[in-house]
Every structure is written in structure tokens, then in C-alpha cells.
């Protein structure tokens, strides 16, 4: 076993250690991940609020009410969202909402169809 520590693609924790043939796990979040899992970091990493990896073109459902500036209602928990785009920032999905129209969504309020 090497002595080299990686970054978690899951948290971003430095202290990932190696605990197998090109394996590593993070003490933070307890994530395992081999070697070629970590290289690619350079695509965008979003995960839903129960962890699971969201990709470009998959359906979310939105776990909580969420109040739209300027509407006058809220997106209802349990409204689907089909052919979701990813983004960097503060709200990482860009989507289209039947009643709202285009719309961003922060990730942590979603969960994967």
C-alpha cells in the first residue's frame, strides 16, 4: 500500500486512503472509489438529495414545496421533471417545468426518478 492520499470525488475530502488493490475510501463520508473512478474528475459531479449520481437527461422528482419568486404558487413536492441539464453553481439543474417554464433547481431538493 502506498503512503499517497486522494481527494474524495464524492465530498471532496483530502484524506482519502487506500484500503485495497486501487481503492480508496474517505474517513468524512465513508465513500469507496478505485483509482480510475478518481480520474475522472474532470466531468461535473451532481448528486440528488438522497446521493445518487444525477446525469444530463435524467428525470427528478422534487422532494419538497419550493416557492417560485414572482408566481403566485409553488412547484409541489412530488412534481416530475424530465430531461434535466447540468450546470456549476449554487443551482445546478436547469429544467423546464410544465406551468413555470425554465427553471434552475439546487440538487439537494430532488431526488432521481
Known sequence: MSEEMK???SCQCP???ESGENEYTCPECSNVWTVTEADDTDELMVMDSNGVRLLPGDSVIVIKDLPVKG???????GTKVKNIRLTDGDHNIDCK???FGAMALKSE????A
Open 97 to 99: 417545468i410544465e406551468g
Open 7 to 9: 481527494e474524495c470525488p
Open 109 to 112: 431538493f430532488v431526488r432521481k
Open 15 to 17: 484524506y482519502g486512503y
Open 71 to 77: 408566481a403566485p404558487k409553488s412547484v409541489k413536492a
